[in-house]
């Protein structure tokens, strides 16, 4: 069901809502408050929200490994990037930034899997060994700041079509999903392999023999 505990954070009569100059282009962003877990997520958008349509989204759960430290043992820094670049080619779309590290099971366990993962377990058996689900992200928050922003119709920039399922069924009219190839090399290629493997991520085998940015034509998610 649609989390409906969310709201702009405001204090003393002053929203959070601002002008974010980047070296993408000059952004808005917002931050939106989620009653129920007590996180804050973002919505960062270019342009305007009403299209034309469909509107490019990307709902990003945070991965502080990878967005603000570069690691390559993920693909989250360089999707990030990309779709940031992909809105800002074609003038207007918006990030989700879901404050979900670790596919939701926070930044301490998730560390934790990499711990496992450097003895031999995968991406999934380690969040399973540690009691974790193999994915634990809820994106019913990601549907209500997409209807509070002003978006009706989203093209989303993803290689995971469960993404797509879910907001869907909270609501969110995808009629489009544009796959996001990046960043793929030989420190990752094994959990790329699994995220295709075991989690049913639509990434061609071909790609994954490849490390170069591949931003696809968008195509219908049914």
Request: glycine letters at 10%.
């Amino acid at each position: 069901m649609p989390s409906e505990k969310i709201i702009i954070m405001e204090k003393e009569g002053v929203p959070a809502d601002a002008k974010l100059p980047t070296e993408h282009g000059n952004f808005r962003i917002r931050v939106f408050h989620d009653a129920t877990s007590g996180l804050d997520h973002v919505a960062l958008t270019l342009g305007e929200m009403d299209g034309p349509n469909p509107v490019l989204v990307r709902v990003h759960s945070e991965c502080l490994t990878g967005d603000a430290f570069g690691s390559l043992r993920c693909d989250c820094g360089p999707q990030l990037n990309a779709a940031i670049r992909q809105i800002q080619d074609v003038g207007w779309g918006c990030i989700v930034y879901l404050r979900q590290e670790g596919r939701g099971i926070g930044l301490h366990a998730k560390i934790q899997a990499y711990n496992l993962q450097d003895k031999g377990a995968d991406t999934v058996e380690a969040n399973l060994l540690l009691g974790h689900p193999a994915d634990a992200r809820d994106y019913g928050i990601a549907s209500n700041i997409i209807r509070a922003v002003g978006i009706d119709n989203v093209c989303l920039l993803t290689n995971n079509p469960d993404k797509v399922k879910q907001l869907s069924l909270n609501g969110t009219n995808v009629s489009e999903r544009m796959p996001l190839i990046v960043g793929i090399g030989d420190e990752n290629r094994e959990y790329m392999t699994i995220k295709v493997d075991k989690m049913g991520h639509d990434i061609p085998k071909g790609e994954l023999d490849l490390s170069l940015i591949h931003i696809s034509e968008p195509t219908r998610p049914y």
